[in-house]
């Protein structure tokens, strides 16, 4: 199956700081990439569409200049959480898909502390 | 109403039993179906996948959807304790990149 790669796997960081998520497809290119949160024991909550070339599509009640998203390539999308606070943290996941595919792969996810 | 329901567990069986997970949905525009699998802090992993309605086999899962009923399920034979994971149901109305929706996750644990 198709790879896609997320770094870093985990980080702490103190609050009021910024902390920066790298997500790569690894053996394909994406136009699309999806960035989720998930917190304890509950599914998975999409945040935002990473666009390649354009702007990201936010759902509704996430805070677009709080978590800034660049697809600048084809192959990387990079959220950044500014301004962290402790209730930042959490387990966030990409994905994308191959060219034409429904089926969508899932970076190994970062869990962000905030102290 | 949430798009897609699905009941969170936790699940708890003997090792070797059948499982039945499911969901339902209501949007009929769903055309897309798949099944994750989680385990403990890590990203989700695709399991199945099928499209419209009907049964799909792979080793000891199966998937089954029956859109008239707005309800799928996975099928687990033979259970084993490495089975032990977080299971999603995904869908999407859509051939290509575009928001999945995803269930709530059921929690199964299987006993040695």
């Known amino acids: 199956g198709a790879v896609v790669s997320q770094h870093p796997s985990w980080v702490i960081c103190k609050s009021g700081t910024s902390v920066k998520i790298e997500c790569r497809s690894l053996d394909f290119q994406a136009t699309t990439m999806f960035w989720y949160r998930q917190f304890p024991k509950q599914s998975l909550m999409l945040m935002a569409t990473?666009?390649?070339?354009?702007?990201?599509?936010?759902e509704q009640g996430v805070e677009k200049d709080k978590f800034l998203i660049n697809h600048a390539s084809l192959t990387l999308s990079t959220l950044t959480v500014t301004s962290a606070h402790p209730e930042d943290s959490s387990f966030y996941i990409c994905?994308?898909?191959?060219?034409?595919?429904?089926?969508?792969?899932f970076g190994q996810g970062t869990r962000l502390t905030v102290v | 109403q949430k798009e897609v329901e699905q009941d969170p567990g936790p699940l708890s069986v003997p090792e070797g039993a059948i499982v039945s997970l499911n969901c339902t949905y209501s949007?009929?525009?769903?055309?897309?179906f798949m099944w994750y699998r989680q385990y403990s802090r890590k990203g989700p992993e695709l399991l199945m996948y099928t499209y419209s309605s009907g049964n799909k086999e792979d080793g000891r899962f199966t998937a089954q959807v029956d859109k008239s009923s707005k309800y799928i399920s996975l099928f687990i034979r033979d259970s084993q304790p490495s089975d032990s994971a977080t299971y999603l149901c995904a869908m999407s109305p859509y051939s290509s990149a575009s928001k999945i929706i995803f269930g709530s996750g059921t929690r199964l644990s299987i006993r040695p």
């Open positions: 994905s994308a898909n191959p060219p034409g595919s429904f089926q969508a792969f």
């Open positions: 949007n009929s525009a769903f055309q897309y």
């Open positions: 990473s666009n390649e070339g354009s702007k990201a599509t936010y």
